[in-house]
């Protein structure tokens, strides 16, 4: 279910009251050529409405409270126009419907204070409303994102448009990107938030801090096969900050590998697997830095408990090499016919395959 029929649902629970264009003047000093229908609200109201003989006995903030539900569950409303007009005309129905938002909110029930807040917005254009809707959409979305993400971007954007320099719309925003884990939007947002005068307090210091890092991060790791000394100067200072987390010693490591410095990579391979022995890729990496300054032996070892974990053709091969460097051809072979039997397509399993048969002829 979408938001309009989570709202549509929430509406036909509404009693609407035919009422005559007459009694709409006398209520709302309002000359409307046809009967319309206005909404009740409280449903658990609804029964004590239906035995009301006279439409005096109806407390007019039922009335209130109605139109404004409606004018924030669905802005396509066909009687829209005329509740806006009413509610205009309605004494302080706006302090009401302040009241009405601000005991839901006590009362946790931010759903529907957040449509009502709606319908006060559809009266009452201002930046405070839109920062409250901001508020209340963001804490929504933090507990239905599946509903209200699309509703708070939205949001976001009208906010946006609203007034350039309104600030509050790049904090939300930039929360829902590191929601979604496009930590480099979520920088660029609260950034722009704190640039366009928003307070850096504590904890949006903190905040901002943690999204450089995480930038910073992928960062470095995407540089590490291709810009390995940039890739170092990136990730070497995170470690203060994220080096309880096996896999930055891993990428430092891939880092040394590139640049031929093979102790420094073990090294940092060995914290890793301080870390987390049992992380595969940092096994596997292991057995490549010892292969690199032959010893054989010891990358052998790494490569079998890798390839045990995996069974994967890439570390097959990486076995079968190490094997012919040492001479033994009978687990070459053995481990040929393995690599075959996982994909015997793979290319380096072909060549390898003749490789063995030129030293064997």
């Known amino acids: ?15 609407f009251l035919n009422i005559k264009k007459q009694k709409l003047r006398e209520l709302f000093k309002v000359d409307i050529k046809e ?79 957040y449509i009502m807040l709606k319908g006060l917005f559809y009266i009452e254009k201002s930046q405070d409303n839109l920062s409250k809707l901001l508020l209340l959409c963001d804490k929504l979305r933090s507990e239905n994102s599946k509903l209200y993400r699309e509703e708070e971007l939205d949001l976001i954007e009208k906010s946006k448009k609203f007034d350039e320099n309104f600030k509050e719309p790049y904090f ?25 005068g928003g307070e850096e307090t504590k904890e949006i210091t903190e ?24 890739a170092l100067n990136i990730l070497m200072p995170l470690l203060d900050t994220i080096g309880d987390n096996a896999e930055i010693y891993y990428y430092i490591a891939v880092a040394y590998r590139n640049l031929k410095n093979h102790q420094k990579a073990i090294y940092y391979l060995n914290e890793a697997l301080s870390i987390d022995d049992k992380a595969v890729e940092i096994i596997n990496e292991m ?67 003749k490789l063995i048969g030129e030293m064997e002829a």
Do not use: W
């Not at 279910?1 to 009693?15: G, N, P, Q, T, V």
């Open 1 to 15: 279910m979408d938001l309009k029929a989570h709202y549509s649902e929430k509406l036909s629970k509404l009693f």
């Open 35 to 113: 009967d319309i229908y206005i909404p009740v609200a409280a449903e658990d109201l609804a029964d004590k409405i239906k035995n009301e003989s006279s439409l005096n006995k109806i407390p007019m903030s039922f009335f209130l409270e109605g139109m404004f539900y409606v004018l924030g569950a669905d802005s396509n409303f066909k009687y829209n126009e005329y509740y806006n007009t009413m509610l205009l005309n309605a004494k302080e129905s706006d302090k009401y419907i302040k009241s009405r938002i601000a005991k839901e909110i006590k009362k946790s029930n931010y759903e529907e204070a």
């Open 172 to 196: 939300y925003e930039s929360l829902l990107y590191r929601d979604d884990k496009d930590f480099q939007k979520a920088f660029y947002c609260i950034n722009t938030y704190i640039s366009k």
């Open 287 to 353: 057995g490549l830095n010892y292969a690199s300054i032959g010893e054989f032996e010891k990358a052998i070892a790494y490569f079998r408990s890798a390839f045990q974990f995996t069974g994967s053709v890439e570390i097959c091969t990486n076995l079968i090499m190490c094997y012919l460097n040492t001479k033994d051809i009978k687990q070459a072979k053995i481990h040929l016919k393995l690599a075959k039997e996982i994909n015997k397509e793979d290319e380096i399993v072909k060549d390898l395959e």
């Open 207 to 230: 905040f901002k801090d943690s999204l450089k890092v995480v930038n910073d991060y992928d960062k470095g790791k995407e540089l590490v096969n291709t810009e390995p000394d940039n």
